[in-house]
C-alpha cells in the first residue's frame, strides 16, 4: 500500500510539474510567404518579429517570466487555402494567444475570415497594404503597423509627376493588392494630369506574360509600371520586357523591393528602376532599432522588418497590459499601449514597459517605424519612401510627404 501511495504521489507531482511547464510559455504565431511571391522578402521580415521576441524574453520574459514563444507558418503569399490551413493550426493547435502577420494582403484576409476571427485572434500585420484589409468585418481583431496603399499609390504617382514622367503603360497582379494599389496610383496619376495609356491585370505564377507585354509596348510608352511581386510574376515581366528592349523606365513598388529581384533581372536592366514602399521616419524609435538589428546580423532596411519588429512588440505589449494570455480583451489592450497619452516607450523598453504596467501607469509605444495610433480600422498614418536601383542593389533616395 505505500509503494502506490507514494507512485500515485510522485505521479501527480509530475503532472503538476508538466502543467506549469505547458503553462510557462505563450504563443504568438507568424504568418508569412516563405515561399511564393515573396519568399526572398520574406526572412527579414521573421528575423525583425523575432528580434522583439528575443529582447522580451532577455528582459526577464511575459507575464511574471513566461517565455515568449513564435512559431511560424507559411501562407505560400498567394493561396488562400494555405494561409487558411496555417492560420487554422495557430489558433486550433498551436492556441496562438495572436499572430503577427500575414504579409500578402489576400493571406491576411483568408486567415482572418476563415480562422482568427472565428477563433477571437488578435491579428497584427507589418505588410498587407491593400484598402481591402479596412474593410473587412473583423470584430476588431485585424490591425496593421504599416499605412494602406491608398496612400503609397497616390505618393508614388506624385514622384512620377514630379520627375517629369507623365504617361506610363501599368501592369498589375490580378488580386487585392495589385487591383487596390493600381487603382490609388491611377486615379492620382491622372488628376495630377498623367496618362496611364494602356492598364492591364495579371494572373500570378505565369511562365510567360509576352501578350500582355505586346499590348503594353504597342502603346509606344516609355515607362512600365509593375505592381506584383518580387519572386514571382513581377520578375518575369521585367525579365520579359527587358528582353523586348522597348522599355526604358521600370517602376514598381513595394512588393518589388528586393534585391533578388535585381540579380535575377539583372543590373543593368533595371539601374534607376524607381519604387516606393513603407519606410521609417528619422526619430528615436528607428535608430534603437537599427542598432538592435544590425547587432543580430539583420538588415534594418530590409522592406517591413521594422514593421514586423513594431506587430510583434506591440502585440506582446497588448498581451502584458492585458494581464493574461487569453484572447478576449486584447484589441482594447492593444490600442492602449499604442495610443497617448501615456509615458513613452520605445524599441527594446521591455523592462521599463512591463514595470510602468504593474505600476498601473499608461504607456505609449513609439515604434521602430514610428506611431502606431490605430484608426477605427487599425489602420496607422505612416511615410512612404524613394527607393532606387543604383550599383545593383535597391537604396534609400528619400522620404516622401503628401503636401
Same mark, same amino acid.
Request: hydrophobic share 45%.
Given at each position: 500500500?505505500?509503494?502506490?501511495?507514494?507512485?500515485?504521489?510522485?505521479?501527480?507531482?509530475?503532472?503538476?510539474?508538466?502543467?506549469?511547464a505547458?503553462?510557462a510559455?505563450?504563443?504568438?504565431?507568424?504568418l508569412?510567404?516563405?515561399?511564393?511571391?515573396?519568399?526572398?522578402l520574406?526572412?527579414?521580415? $521573421?528575423?525583425?518579429?523575432?528580434?522583439?521576441?528575443?529582447?522580451?524574453?532577455?528582459?526577464?520574459?511575459?507575464?511574471?517570466?513566461?517565455?515568449?514563444?513564435?512559431?511560424?507558418?507559411?501562407?505560400?503569399?498567394?493561396?488562400?487555402?494555405?494561409?487558411?490551413?496555417?492560420?487554422?493550426?495557430?489558433?486550433?493547435?498551436? =492556441?496562438?494567444?495572436?499572430?503577427?502577420?500575414?504579409?500578402?494582403?489576400?493571406?491576411?484576409?483568408?486567415?482572418?475570415?476563415?480562422?482568427?476571427?472565428?477563433?477571437?485572434?488578435?491579428?497584427?500585420?507589418?505588410?498587407?497594404?491593400?484598402?481591402?484589409?479596412?474593410?473587412?468585418?473583423?470584430?476588431?481583431?485585424?490591425?496593421?503597423?504599416?499605412?494602406?496603399?491608398?496612400f503609397?499609390?497616390?505618393?508614388?504617382?506624385k514622384?512620377?509627376?514630379?520627375?517629369?514622367?507623365?504617361?506610363?503603360?501599368?501592369?498589375?497582379v490580378?488580386? =487585392?493588392?495589385?487591383?487596390?494599389?493600381?487603382d490609388?496610383?491611377?486615379?492620382? $496619376?491622372?488628376?495630377?494630369?498623367?496618362?496611364?495609356?494602356e492598364?492591364?491585370?495579371?494572373?500570378?505564377?505565369?511562365?510567360?506574360?509576352?501578350?500582355?507585354?505586346?499590348?503594353?509596348?504597342?502603346?509606344?510608352?516609355?515607362?512600365?509600371?509593375?505592381?506584383?511581386?518580387?519572386?514571382?510574376s513581377?520578375?518575369?515581366?521585367?525579365?520579359?520586357?527587358?528582353?523586348?528592349?522597348?522599355?526604358t523606365?521600370?517602376?514598381?513598388?513595394?512588393?518589388?523591393?528586393?534585391?533578388?529581384?535585381?540579380?535575377?533581372?539583372?543590373?543593368n536592366?533595371?539601374?534607376g528602376?524607381?519604387?516606393?514602399?513603407?519606410?521609417?521616419? =528619422?526619430?528615436?524609435?528607428?535608430?534603437? $532599432?537599427?542598432?538592435?538589428?544590425?547587432?543580430?546580423?539583420?538588415?534594418?532596411?530590409?522592406?517591413?522588418?521594422?514593421?514586423?519588429?513594431?506587430?510583434?512588440?506591440?502585440?506582446?505589449?497588448?498581451?502584458?497590459?492585458?494581464?493574461?494570455?487569453?484572447?478576449?480583451?486584447l484589441?482594447?489592450?492593444?490600442?492602449?499601449?499604442?495610443?497617448?497619452?501615456?509615458?513613452?516607450i520605445?524599441?527594446?523598453?521591455?523592462?521599463?514597459?512591463?514595470?510602468?504596467?504593474?505600476?498601473?501607469?499608461?504607456?505609449?509605444?513609439?515604434?521602430?517605424?514610428g506611431?502606431?495610433?490605430?484608426?477605427?480600422?487599425? =489602420?496607422?498614418?505612416?511615410?512612404?519612401?524613394?527607393?532606387?536601383v543604383?550599383?545593383?542593389?535597391?537604396?534609400?533616395?528619400?522620404?516622401?510627404?503628401?503636401?
Amino acid at each position: 500500500m505505500m509503494n502506490k501511495r507514494i507512485i500515485a504521489t510522485a505521479v501527480a507531482v509530475s503532472s503538476l510539474a508538466l502543467a506549469g511547464a505547458a503553462q510557462a510559455q505563450v504563443k504568438v504565431g507568424f504568418l508569412g510567404g516563405f515561399t511564393g511571391g515573396i519568399e526572398s522578402l520574406t526572412p527579414p521580415i $521573421f528575423d525583425g518579429a523575432q528580434l522583439a521576441v528575443k529582447q522580451i524574453n532577455e528582459q526577464g520574459g511575459i507575464l511574471d517570466g513566461q517565455t515568449l514563444e513564435m512559431p511560424s507558418g507559411d501562407t505560400t503569399c498567394s493561396d488562400a487555402s494555405a494561409a487558411s490551413n496555417s492560420a487554422d493550426r495557430m489558433v486550433n493547435s498551436e =492556441d496562438v494567444t495572436a499572430i503577427v502577420g500575414a504579409l500578402c494582403t489576400g493571406a491576411t484576409i483568408a486567415a482572418a475570415n476563415n480562422a482568427a476571427i472565428p477563433g477571437g485572434v488578435l491579428m497584427v500585420s507589418p505588410a498587407s497594404t491593400a484598402p481591402a484589409v479596412s474593410e473587412l468585418d473583423d470584430n476588431d481583431l485585424v490591425f496593421r503597423t504599416v499605412p494602406s496603399d491608398a496612400f503609397q499609390g497616390e505618393m508614388l504617382a506624385k514622384l512620377l509627376i514630379e520627375k517629369g514622367i507623365e504617361d506610363v503603360a501599368v501592369t498589375f497582379v490580378n488580386n =487585392d493588392y495589385g487591383q487596390g494599389l493600381s487603382d490609388a496610383f491611377t486615379s492620382t $496619376f491622372e488628376a495630377e494630369g498623367g496618362s496611364v495609356v494602356e492598364s492591364l491585370a495579371h494572373e500570378d505564377n505565369r511562365a510567360d506574360y509576352r501578350s500582355e507585354l505586346g499590348i503594353l509596348s504597342s502603346t509606344g510608352v516609355q515607362t512600365l509600371v509593375v505592381l506584383a511581386y518580387a519572386d514571382t510574376s513581377g520578375q518575369t515581366v521585367l525579365r520579359q520586357a527587358a528582353e523586348s528592349g522597348v522599355f526604358t523606365q521600370y517602376v514598381g513598388a513595394d512588393g518589388m523591393v528586393g534585391n533578388s529581384l535585381v540579380e535575377a533581372v539583372g543590373a543593368n536592366v533595371l539601374e534607376g528602376m524607381i519604387a516606393t514602399r513603407p519606410g521609417s521616419p =528619422d526619430l528615436p524609435g528607428t535608430d534603437i $532599432f537599427i542598432e538592435a538589428a544590425e547587432a543580430e546580423d539583420i538588415d534594418p532596411e530590409a522592406v517591413f522588418a521594422a514593421q514586423a519588429y513594431d506587430a510583434a512588440f506591440l502585440v506582446a505589449l497588448a498581451i502584458e497590459q492585458n494581464g493574461n494570455a487569453e484572447r478576449e480583451g486584447l484589441s482594447d489592450a492593444l490600442r492602449s499601449v499604442a495610443t497617448a497619452p501615456g509615458e513613452t516607450i520605445l524599441p527594446g523598453e521591455w523592462e521599463k514597459a512591463v514595470e510602468l504596467i504593474a505600476q498601473g501607469e499608461d504607456i505609449n509605444y513609439e515604434g521602430a517605424s514610428g506611431s502606431h495610433e490605430f484608426n477605427e480600422s487599425g =489602420d496607422v498614418p505612416g511615410i512612404v519612401v524613394e527607393m532606387t536601383v543604383e550599383d545593383g542593389e535597391f537604396k534609400r533616395v528619400g522620404e516622401l510627404a503628401d503636401e
